[in-house]
C-alpha cells in the first residue's frame, strides 16, 4: 500500500526533497514537522524509503461501510496509527504511549508538535507533551522537518487537490540525551520543545507566532462569528431602514392621495354651489 501510494504521490505531484541524507537508514528516530495540511502525513512517507508511524483519529478506523473499511485499510497501509481522541487528557497520553512504543521497536515516529494545522500558514507554539516526551523517555534523535506548500495544495475544507510541486525540508538530528529520564520537567519539555520549534522555523520560512494552533484557531473562529454577526445587524438595519422609507414612502402617497381627493370634493363642491 505504501509503495502504490507513495509512488502515484511522487509522480503525480513531483515533491522536492532536501536532506534526505539526515534520516538514518535503520535505528529509531522522531519526525517532528510543521502541519500545514491534511496531505502532510502523505508526502513525508511517500518520500522516504522506511516506513513512518503518525498518529490518526481513531474515526479514520472504525467508520461503518465499505467506505470506512477502505479508508481504514488506506490509513494502516501508509503507516497511520489509531488513537481514541473522545478525551483530551486520555487521547494525549495514549498518543505519548504509542510514540514511545513505536521508537522502541527501532521505527521512525512523525508528530506534529503544533497539535493542529496551521490555520493561516504560519507557525505556531508547540505543544511540550507529547514530542519531548517521547523523545526523553526513548533518547532517539529528533529530525525537524518542513513541508513546503502542501497548504496549497490542499487547503482545509477542499477535497480535490491542486496539482503543484509541494517541497520537504528535512534538517540534521537533534539529540537530548542529556535530558534522558527528565521527562516529568515541565521547563525541559518546554526548552526542548521550543529548541525544535525553533529549528523546524529555519528549516521553514515560516512566520512564528508564539501562541498554540488551537488558540489562533478559536480566535479567527470568534472574528469570523463577530463579523457574521455585524454583518447579520448591519442586514437588519438595511432592511429596518428600507421598510421605514418603504412605510414614508406610503403615508406620502396616502396624504398625496387624500390631498387630491379635497381639492376634488372642493371643486365638487364649487361646481354645485355655481
Known sequence: ????????????FRPWVEGLENIPAEGPAILASNHLSFSDSFFLPAV????V??????EYFNSPGVKGKLTAAFFKGVGQLPVDRSGARGAGEAA????????????????????????DGRLYRGKPGGLARVALATGAPVIPVA???TEKIQPPGKVVPKLMRPGIRIGKPLD???????ESDRFILRSVTDEVMYEIMKL???EYVDIYATAAKRMIADE????????????????????????????LAKAEKAGKDQKAERAGEDERAA
Open 1 to 12: 500500500m505504501k509503495l502504490t501510494v507513495g509512488g502515484s504521490l511522487k509522480t503525480v
Open 48 to 51: 522516504l524509503d522506511r516506513k
Open 204 to 206: 521553514s520560512g515560516q
Open 224 to 251: 469570523a462569528k463577530k463579523k457574521a454577526e455585524a454583518a447579520k445587524a448591519e442586514k437588519a438595519e438595511l432592511a429596518k431602514a428600507e421598510k421605514a422609507g418603504k412605510d414614508q414612502k406610503a403615508e
Open 147 to 149: 513541508m513546503i506548500d
Open 176 to 182: 537530548f540525551s542529556r535530558y534522558h529520564g527528565m
Open 53 to 58: 508511524t503518525f498518529i490518526a483519529k481513531a
Open 96 to 119: 505519548i504511549k504509542s510514540g514511545i512504543e513505536v521508537v522502541e521497536r527501532g521505527e521512525l515516529f512523525g508528530i506534529y508538535p503544533e497539535g493542529t494545522r496551521s490555520p
